[in-house]
Nanobody, 125 residues
Framework: QVRLVESGGGLVQAGGSLRLSCAAPEGTNNYSMGWFRRAPVKEREFVAAISWGGGTKIYADAVKGRFTISRDDSVYTVYLQLDNLKPEDTAVYYC???????????????????WGQGTQVTVSS
């Protein structure tokens, strides 16, 4: 079992920024990590992913150029920097880990085994 804990969500005005954190257990530096989100009455969707080592990063088209994924393996934490936020970014954001070393890095939730509880991001217009 891999327990992930997200934090950093909140209420922000359009154009603002937030930084989400995903704390993972020791040893997860070997795994790819992903961020997903679920907006009200919508299905969960892929946001971004980062490979073990951080050499490869993938973004959904809707967030490319505004969001940045990174990881600090010394503290087993993955970050998602959210800039230039829009009301349509309002959602619960989840981090997830792929412990099966899939390649290419998964961009669907089927590619991840363990998930956090989520953190709410609300962007007002």
């Amino acid at each position: 079992q891999v327990r992930l804990v997200e934090s950093g969500g909140g209420l922000v005005q359009a154009g603002g920024s937030l930084r989400l954190s995903c704390a993972a257990p020791e040893g997860t530096n070997n795994y790819s990590m992903g961020w997903f989100r679920r907006a009200p009455v919508k299905e969960r969707e892929f946001v971004a992913a980062i490979s073990w080592g951080g050499g490869t990063k993938i973004y959904a088209d809707a967030v490319k150029g505004r969001f940045t994924i990174s990881r600090d393996d010394s503290v087993y934490t993955v970050y998602l920097q959210l800039d230039n936020l829009k009301p349509e970014d309002t959602a619960v954001y989840y981090c997830a880990t792929d412990i099966d070393y899939r390649l290419p890095i998964p961009t669907t939730d089927l590619g991840y085994e363990f998930w956090g509880q989520g953190t709410q991001v609300t962007v007002s217009s």
